[in-house]
């Protein structure tokens, strides 16, 4: 498991720069901050058929990354990058949830997630 200090984070390669990346074709490497109480960056747009590498750090506390009505559930850990990849077969707007209580902005903690 790859580890990131969390103090570092905002000045840590990849997470410096939040954000959606081409890598391939129709392959993206997604870099996902996860803070209280918001993601970073908050929507992300592919197009359909893409293939998306996550990579998903927290600088404070516990979070979740989930994306319901698609395999993607993580737990993101202060400390530790967690990494999925996942295939978006359909078109679909998504909302990303943290299901882990995380604090009092824990509702309102919400990302989206475009396949079109
Ligand atoms: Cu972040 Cu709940």
Known sequence: MKTISPE?????????HPGL???GPNEYRAVVVARMFMYQPTTLTVPVGATVHFE???PDVVHGFEIPGTNVNLM???GHIT???????NKADHIIVCNEYCGSGHQAMLGR???K
């Open 21 to 23: 990346y081409q890598v």
């Open 83 to 89: 990494e999925y990849t996942a295939t978006f077969h």
């Open 8 to 16: 570092a984070v905002r000045t840590t390669p990849p997470f410096d």
């Open 56 to 58: 998903v750090t927290s």
């Open 113 to 115: 997630l475009v396949v």
């Open 76 to 78: 993101v850990v202060p």
